[in-house]
C-alpha cells in the first residue's frame, strides 16, 4: 500500500448532525417551559417559611430534572383517575360524580383541615302534567229572526242549563 488511506463515508455523521438539529426545537421548547415552570415553583419557595424552604426548593429542582428527562406527568393522569372512579357509580349518579371531578360546582375545607368537600347541584324540575282534557258539549245554534209577513212566529227553544266541567268555574251573567 502507498500509505494513503482511503476515503471514509462521511455520510453517517451528517445523518446524525441534522436529525439533531431537527430534535433541538421541540427539546429546546420543553427545556424553556420545564425552566420556566422551576422558575415560578422556585419564586413560590421563596415565599414560604424558612423551615419549609428547602424541602419545597428540593422537589421543585426534581421536578423540573424530571420534566427534562420526559418523566414528568403534567396531571393528565390524576385527572384520568378522577374520571375513572366515577365509573364504578350507578348511571344516575355517574354524571354528577364526572362534573365534580372537573371541578364543576363549589368545593370547600381543605386537605389540612380533613379534606375538600366538592358538591354538585342540579336542579330537575319534575316533569309537567298535560292539562286536563275539558269536554264541552256542543249545542245547535238558535238564530233568532223576524219573520216573514203572513207567517206565525214560533218561539226558539229554551235549552235546560249544563253543569260546567269538572275543574271549570264559570261567571255568572252580568
Not at 12 to 36: H, I, N, R, V, Y
Not at 132 to 142: G, S
Request: glycine share 8%; net charge positive.
Amino acid at each position: 500500500m502507498n500509505g494513503l488511506t482511503p476515503p471514509r463515508p462521511r455520510l453517517l455523521p451528517a445523518a446524525l448532525a441534522a436529525g439533531l438539529l431537527a430534535a433541538a426545537p421541540a427539546a429546546f421548547a420543553a427545556g424553556t417551559a420545564s425552566d420556566q415552570r422551576y422558575q415560578d415553583e422556585r419564586a413560590a419557595c421563596m415565599q414560604r417559611p424558612e423551615p419549609e424552604r428547602a424541602p419545597c426548593l428540593r422537589e421543585a429542582a426534581a421536578a423540573r430534572q424530571a420534566a427534562r428527562k420526559g418523566e414528568f406527568d403534567s396531571g393528565g393522569a390524576y385527572e384520568a383517575n378522577r374520571v375513572k372512579r366515577c365509573e364504578a357509580l350507578p348511571a344516575a349518579e355517574r354524571d354528577a360524580c364526572v362534573r365534580r371531578a372537573r371541578d364543576e360546582g363549589t368545593a370547600s375545607g381543605s386537605v389540612a383541615g380533613g379534606g375538600i368537600l366538592r358538591e354538585y347541584r342540579e336542579v330537575i324540575l319534575p316533569p309537567v302534567p298535560p292539562a286536563p282534557a275539558v269536554d264541552i258539549p256542543q249545542q245547535a245554534p238558535t238564530v233568532t229572526a223576524p219573520a216573514p209577513a203572513g207567517v206565525a212566529a214560533t218561539p226558539a227553544p229554551v235549552l235546560p242549563p249544563q253543569p260546567a266541567p269538572a275543574g271549570v268555574m264559570l261567571q255568572p251573567a252580568r
